[in-house]
């Protein structure tokens, strides 16, 4: 299963760090990501990174602000989260693709407020 951290509440301009840790698979996954839903809105991939961790691309959104990194002997996805903005209020979701099957995580709460 996945397991986040990190979530909580943050003022406009601060930053977060999201981390994601994979554990009781018999493979090692494949692409992580993290994902994003606002209320009312559909669930948006922010950033995503390769097995080997040298390939990563982002939403257009977020670029300059995020950054996605990958620990792999520890099967850990992380997500630098800074200048935050309110609109990136979300519940933040870790996605780790594991021989083609998607896997999600519970879900962390992230809140920015103005």
């Known amino acids: 299963h996945l397991v986040e951290s990190g979530g909580g509440l943050v003022q406009a301009g601060g930053s977060l760090r999201l981390s994601c840790r994979a554990s009781?698979?018999?493979?090692?996954?494949?692409?992580m990501a993290w994902y994003r839903q606002a209320p009312g809105k559909p669930r948006d991939l922010v950033a995503r990174?390769?097995?080997?961790?040298?390939?990563?691309d982002y939403l257009d959104a977020v670029k300059g602000r995020f950054t996605i990194s990958r620990d792999i002997p520890r099967d850990t996805v992380s997500l630098q989260m800074n200048s935050l903005k309110t609109e990136d209020t979300a519940v933040y979701y870790c996605?780790?693709?594991?021989?083609?099957?998607?896997?999600w995580g519970q879900g962390t709460q992230v809140t920015v407020s103005s």
């Open positions: 996605n780790a693709n594991i021989r083609g099957y998607d896997w």
């Open positions: 009781g698979f018999t493979s090692r996954p494949d692409s």
């Open positions: 990174i390769s097995s080997s961790g040298r390939i990563s």
